[in-house]
Nanobody
């Protein structure tokens, strides 16, 4: 288990950009992912990154607009979001999971054992 703290959310106009951060004291020991949950909807996968940082995975809806990265020396994972759309308004959550493999990413909630409190992203039209 690792305590995670997200930051970087806020209000942005459609087409704008935000950079989310997720910090955790031992986050470098785990694969990580970003999920989002809009009101009345289930939490959905956005992006994932392997423990090494060498493998990434994206939901089709964000591919080519979002970039996940990590700095293991700082125990921090980032999500750069460009071209934001109003329908992407949601609470964004960072998760940490897995530990045995350097090059595995995870797409499902149950693969993650630790979650942050979430950060609100609001995209105005």
């Amino acid at each position: 288990q690792v305590q995670l703290v997200e930051s970087g959310g806020g209000l942005v106009q459609a087409g704008g950009s935000l950079r989310l951060s997720c910090a955790g004291s031992t986050l470098s020991n785990y694969a990580a992912g970003w999920f989002r949950q809009a009101p009345g909807k289930v939490r959905e996968f956005v992006a994932a990154i392997s423990r090494s940082g060498g493998v990434t995975d994206y939901a089709d809806s964000v591919k080519d607009r979002f970039t996940i990265s990590r700095d293991n020396a700082k125990n921090t994972v980032y999500l750069q979001m460009n071209g934001l759309k109003p329908e992407e308004t949601a609470v964004y959550y960072c998760g940490a999971g897995g530990s045995a493999f350097w090059s595995i990413t995870y797409r499902t909630n149950t693969d993650y054992h630790s979650w942050g409190q979430g950060t609100q992203v609001t995209v105005s039209s």
